[in-house]
T-cell receptor, first 113, second 118 residues
Framework: GDSVTQMEGPVTLSEEAFLTINCTYT??????LFWYVQYPGEGLQLLLK?????DKGSNKGFEATYRKETTSFHLEKGSVQVSDSAVYFC????????????FGSGTKLNVKP | GAVVSQHPSWVICKSGTSVKIECRSL??????MFWYRQFPKQSLMLMAT?????????EQGVEKDKFLINHASLTLSTLTVTSAHPEDSSFYIC??????????????FGSGTRLTVV
């Protein structure tokens, strides 16, 4: 069945460091891929998405490219800020039922000043 | 933007009692709501999907009689954990999709409820 695997955290970085959070997936067909972010005390918010192979999703300086050949959707940011500290979830939705999401276990990011 | 309010944010209850968690869409009508559960260091798992005015659709392995879902209005869905036991302790989170909202990723999530059964 469909599944998502993302790197375990926590990830601790200094401000302005480069961020990569790895995410790989298993799916039949052509799923849509997402990154969600959860700030302390808040709900999950959609950060970016990609709906087909080679698409690049981007938002707030974050980027992720849908790589079908490596079944990956790694999240990157060139220069993190303290305000980026949050939990990041990689997810996919099934091609035939976009109501059904499969989430990774979440990666907590701590950015120190 | 769309906001989903989930209440309570955390609850501790005694084994054998029931707990109700509410999920409200504050500024949109949520035709479909979803309930997820997350065990420590594991993924969010979809428990059930509910459409306003109809019975919820449960995922395989989720006990319908233990996790009662009611979606009686377009702005409110409730999850009741009946006769809770320590193994029901988990993080529960709801999400909602309104009419006309992008089907791909157009979901709004609540902030979650941490349930601890003692």
């Amino acid at each position: 069945g469909d599944s998502v695997t993302q790197m375990e955290g926590p990830v601790t970085l200094s401000e302005e460091a480069f961020l990569t959070i790895n995410c790989t997936y298993t799916a039949t067909g052509y799923p849509s891929l997402f990154w969600y972010v959860q700030y302390p005390g808040e709900g999950l918010q959609l950060l970016l998405k990609a709906t087909k192979a080679d698409d690049k999703g981007s938002n707030k300086g974050f980027e992720a490219t849908y790589r079908k050949e490596t079944t990956s959707f790694h999240l990157e940011k060139g220069s993190v800020q303290v305000s980026d500290s949050a939990v990041y979830f990689c997810a996919l939705s099934d091609e035939y039922n976009f109501n059904k999401f499969y989430f990774g276990s979440g990666t907590k990011l701590n950015v120190k000043p | 933007g769309a906001v989903v309010s989930q209440h309570p944010s955390w609850v501790i209850c005694k084994s054998g009692t029931s707990v109700k968690i509410e999920c409200r869409s504050l500024d949109f009508q949520a035709t479909t709501m979803f309930w997820y559960r997350q065990f420590p260091k594991q993924s969010l798992m979809l428990m059930a999907t509910s459409n306003e005015g109809s019975k919820a659709t449960y995922e395989q392995g989720v006990e319908k009689d233990k996790f009662l879902i009611n979606h009686a209005s377009l702005t409110l869905s409730t999850l009741t954990v009946t006769s809770a036991h320590p193994e029901d302790s988990s993080f529960y989170i709801c999400s909602a999709r309104g009419t006309g909202i992008d089907l791909v990723g157009g979901y709004t999530f609540g902030s979650g409820t941490r349930l601890t059964v003692v």
